[in-house]
């Protein structure tokens, strides 16, 4: 049950001296794309599509975090963070995908010398799924054109900003941009079809591969990925069930990471996919696997497996017993224990993890004093504590979100910030949980 509290059990000196809590955002989320010379993005093509986003919501205005950003870092500073994991908009800085806009740059030339000066560390994200419309139209993510694009702009971003960064990730969440949006259809550009996906999936990998290359190139220094990671259990104890589960884990939570790490893809995920990846795949493996600094988990939620009827990967999801959040998510930070530990064991053994995101989508009452979000967090901090004290090598931890913000699919109706928006006047309000994070970082 959902315990009522107003306050963190775990603070800072929980945990040893240096490891990072931080919190993130994203950029077409929170920064009004209509601003600054950006460029259509497919996100906004297919808001456009009846009945795919909630009331056919999109980025234009969202937080409007391109002019108030001073006071968002601001409000970072104050809650103690160490870091802010923020993302450039690739359709912000070249509209067209491939022409520079000097605006959009100096935007984040801004952003950074302002995280600087209130001493946050800026985490960078290269690309939080706001393809430009003009790639979308090549063919997006099933096309081998685009990581060489995403390599370019890698370069451009590195030779700006690189000097200054603390910590760059190329691509959050690649399972999302490949199999949510290519085959699950859930997001832009909306398909489902095995045949894109499987390209899609190889594409991103590529994609940063190739831009881990660019940015070392640029002398960018500690460079790891975001991969999110859902913890897959069978619904029942049947043979099935049990290889649902299994291989909702391998295209989730193995495929990325396996490839990145070990410079394989998962042979029980090839079984279906490899009739459909792009000819020539195996020669880029090596590209894929170039060392990293670091490896960052996103985590929210398991899911129940079933075997269903119908062609690979025939699974389905049935409903679980834990309590879940707005967003129908179980809360289930068992399996934020299990999926980083076994990360840790299996793929990437010393090399520091951290948390890139975390946190709850949650309607507050008035008063904002929302305790199921307390809870959430402080629960996975518990376990981060104790797997930090077993030696595993976990380095950080990131709430999703400073600001209730765009939520994709779901546009403004879920609710993920520290911070309360008020959607008609953008006006800021901490949260209870924002207030009890600060007294729980406190020196
Ligand atoms: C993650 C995304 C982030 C946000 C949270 C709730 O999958 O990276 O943009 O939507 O989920």
């Not at 302002?114 to 993510?141: F, S, V």
């Not at 990730?169 to 399972?175: M, S």
């Not at 079984?271 to 792009?278: A, F, K, Q, R, Y």
């Not at 981060?384 to 380095?395: E, F, T």
């Amino acid at each position: 049950m959902t315990k009522h509290r107003d306050a963190f059990t775990v603070s800072r000196s929980d945990f040893p001296e240096g490891f990072l809590f931080a919190t993130a955002t994203s950029a077409y989320q929170i920064e009004g794309h209509q601003f600054g010379g950006a460029g259509p993005t497919h996100w906004d093509s297919f808001a456009r599509q009846p009945g795919k986003v909630y009331k056919g919501q999109t980025g234009a205005l969202a937080c409007d975090h391109y002019h108030r950003w001073e006071g968002d870092l601001d409000l970072i500073r104050d809650a103690g963070l160490d870091a802010y994991r923020f993302s450039t908009s690739w359709a912000r800085v070249m509209p067209d995908g491939k022409t520079l806009n000097p605006e959009g740059m100096d935007f984040y030339d801004r952003l950074v010398d302002g995280m600087l000066e209130r001493g946050i560390k800026p985490m960078a994200t290269l690309y939080h799924w706001e393809l430009p419309q003009a790639l979308a139209d090549k063919g997006g993510w099933t096309s081998r054109e685009i990581p060489q694009r995403f390599a370019d702009y890698s370069h451009k971003i590195a030779a700006r900003l690189g000097d200054r960064l603390w910590s760059t990730a190329p691509v959050n969440e690649p399972w999302c941009v490949a199999w949510l949006s290519h085959y699950e259809g859930y997001h832009a550009p909306g398909l489902a079809d095995l045949r894109s996906a499987a390209r899609a999936m190889h594409h991103v990998a590529l994609a940063h591969g190739l831009s881990v290359e660019a940015l070392r190139d640029e002398g960018v220094q500690n460079v790891g990925a975001a991969c999110n990671m859902e913890y897959a259990l069978p619904a029942t104890d049947r043979d099935a069930d049990v290889e649902a589960a299994q291989l909702y884990d391998g295209i989730y939570n193995r495929w990325f990471v396996g490839a990145m790490m070990k410079g394989a893809y998962p042979e029980d995920v090839l079984e279906g996919l490899s009739p459909h990846m792009p000819e020539g795949w195996q020669d880029d493996m090596a590209l894929i696997s170039q060392p990293l600094d670091w490896m960052g988990i996103n985590y929210y939620t398991c899911k129940r497996m079933i075997r269903s009827k119908g062609d690979w990967p025939a699974y389905g999801t049935v409903d679980g017993p834990l309590p879940k959040t707005d967003m129908g998510w179980e809360i289930c930070p068992e399996g934020f224990d299990w999926l980083l530990r076994r990360t840790a064991e299996e793929y990437t053994g010393d090399l520091p993890l951290y948390v890139t995101e975390n946190g709850m989508a949650n309607a507050e009452p008035a008063d904002l004093s929302d305790h199921a979000r307390i809870d959430y967090i402080d629960r996975h901090l518990e376990m981060a504590r104790d797997m930090v004290r077993d030696g595993v090598p976990l380095r950080g931890y990131t709430i999703w979100s400073l600001l209730d913000n765009y939520e994709w699919t779901l546009g403004y109706d879920k609710r993920f910030g520290l911070v309360h928006i008020d959607f008609d006047s953008l006006d800021r309000t901490p949260k209870a949980s924002y207030h009890a994070l600060a007294r729980a970082l406190e020196r």
